[in-house]
C-alpha cells in the first residue's frame, strides 16, 4: 500500500504541517518556511517549496531520516534561478526578462522524474532523477489561466494542469491541459538544451461554476481517469471526472462531467464547519481486465471533514463516457458526529485504505471495497 499520497495530501492542504518534522528532521529546517511539500508515489523522493527556494529529499526506507540532494532559487529581481547539490550555479539560458517578475507558486506536484509548479499563469517543470535535480527545463505558458490543480499519474507518465479562464469580453471556462512527460527530455546528444516551452498534448475544457472551485485533482492507479473534486457551497461539492479512450499513446481525453454530492447537511447550515471533501482516491475494483478503455467497475473514496453522518464517503462510477453517474457503495468511515478526515489513499489491490485524521493516522486492511 501507498501511504505517501497521504503525506503528499495532506502536508499540502493544511501547509502546518512540516515534511521533514513528520520525518524527523526538524533541527535542519528551523527559522525556513515550507508553502508547499509534496512525495513521489514509490516514496523515493521528497521535496520542500518555499516562495522562491526547492528542496530535494532522498527518502532511505532504512533509515528514518531523508537525505539531501539537491536545490534551487529563484532571484526574481535579477531574473535568475540558482541550482545545485552544493554550491548553486546561475542556470542560462532562461526566459525573456519580464517572463518571471511577480510571479507566486500555488500548486506543486512530485514524480520519481520531474517536479512540476504552477506559478502566475505559468507551469514549470524541473528534473529530479538522473543528473538534472533541480535543473528547470521545461514550462508553458497559460495565458489570463489561473492554475487550480497539479497532479502526475501514478507511473509519472502524465502530467496534468487544472486551470480556470476567464478574462472580459470571453465566456470563462475551466480546462485541463495533459502533458506526455516523455517530452521533458533534457539533453541531447549529450549536450544539455536551453530553457524549452512544451506545447501541451490535449487540452479538455468544460463550464465554470464560480461557486464550485477546484480543490483536489488525482490520476486513477491506471492514469486513465482523472478525479477533481470541489469546495462545498450549501452543503454540497461536485466531482468532475475526465476519461482516456483509445489504443493510442496518449489516448483521447474527454469530460465526462460533473456530480453533486453531499458533505454537510443544508438543513444546519451552522454546522458546516469542516472542510468537507479533503481528499480523493480513484481506483478499479478489477485491475486484470484486457480492455482498458472499457473502465469496468471503478471506483472513487473520499475523506470527510464534516459534522453530517450521512455524508457518503465511497462511490461507484456508472454509465461511463461522455455521461457519467455516481452510485453509493460502500461506507469507509463514519460516526455519529460526523469524520474529521483530511486525507485517504486506497491500496492498488484495493483491500486496504489509509484515513489520516487531525491526530491520527488510521489502517483498514483486509475490507472489501
Not at 533509515?63 to 534551487?72: I, K, L, N, Q, T
Not at 552544493?86 to 532562461?94: E, R, S, T, V, W
Not at 486513465?224 to 479512450?245: F, K
Request: net charge positive.
Amino acid at each position: 500500500m501507498n501511504l505517501n499520497s497521504i503525506g503528499n495530501v495532506v502536508v499540502d492542504s493544511q501547509k502546518t504541517f512540516n515534511l521533514l518534522s513528520l520525518l524527523g528532521r526538524t533541527d535542519k529546517v528551523q527559522g525556513w518556511h515550507a508553502d508547499f511539500t509534496a512525495i513521489s508515489p514509490s516514496g523515493k523522493y521528497a521535496v520542500i517549496v518555499s516562495k522562491k527556494d526547492i528542496r530535494l529529499f532522498r527518502m532511505d526506507h532504512n533509515s528514518s531520516r531523508p537525505f539531501f540532494v539537491a536545490s534551487g532559487s529563484f532571484s526574481f529581481k535579477k531574473n535568475n534561478y540558482y541550482y545545485g547539490t552544493a554550491q548553486l550555479d546561475l542556470q542560462h539560458p532562461l526566459p525573456p526578462s519580464d517572463w518571471m517578475k511577480h510571479s507566486s507558486f500555488t500548486h506543486i506536484a512530485l514524480s520519481d522524474q520531474h517536479l512540476a509548479i504552477a506559478a502566475t499563469e505559468k507551469v514549470l517543470v524541473f528534473g529530479v532523477g538522473g543528473d538534472q535535480k533541480c535543473r528547470w527545463l521545461f514550462y508553458d505558458r497559460i495565458q489570463n489561466g489561473m492554475v487550480k490543480g497539479l497532479a502526475f499519474s501514478p507511473d509519472g507518465s502524465k502530467l496534468v494542469a487544472v486551470y480556470s479562464f476567464e478574462q472580459r469580453r470571453e465566456e470563462p471556462y475551466e480546462a485541463a491541459r495533459f502533458y506526455p512527460t516523455a517530452e521533458f527530455r533534457s539533453d541531447t546528444g549529450g549536450q544539455v538544451k536551453g530553457l524549452q516551452s512544451v506545447p501541451h498534448s490535449q487540452k479538455v475544457t468544460w463550464q465554470l461554476h464560480p461557486n464550485y472551485q477546484p480543490r483536489r485533482v488525482t490520476f486513477s492507479w491506471k492514469g486513465d481517469m482523472l478525479g477533481i473534486v470541489t469546495n462545498h457551497s450549501d452543503g454540497e461539492a461536485r466531482i468532475r471526472i475526465l476519461g482516456e479512450s483509445g489504443g493510442g499513446s496518449p489516448g483521447l481525453w474527454s469530460y465526462w462531467g460533473e456530480r453533486s454530492i453531499r458533505v454537510h447537511n443544508p438543513e444546519r447550515p451552522h454546522d458546516m464547519v469542516g472542510g468537507g471533501v479533503t481528499g480523493l482516491s480513484l481506483y478499479s475494483l478489477d485491475l486484470n481486465f484486457s480492455d482498458f478503455s472499457s473502465h469496468n467497475d471503478d471506483c472513487l473514496a473520499i475523506s470527510l471533514d464534516t459534522t453530517d453522518a450521512a455524508a457518503h464517503d465511497c462511490y461507484r462510477i456508472k454509465n461511463k463516457g461522455r455521461v457519467y453517474e455516481l452510485e453509493k457503495f460502500t461506507q469507509i468511515a463514519s460516526g455519529p458526529s460526523g469524520t474529521t478526515n483530511m486525507a485517504i489513499a486506497v491500496s492498488q489491490a484495493h483491500d486496504a485504505v489509509a484515513l489520516l485524521a487531525k491526530n491520527s493516522l488510521n489502517l483498514f486492511s483486509r475490507i472489501s471495497l
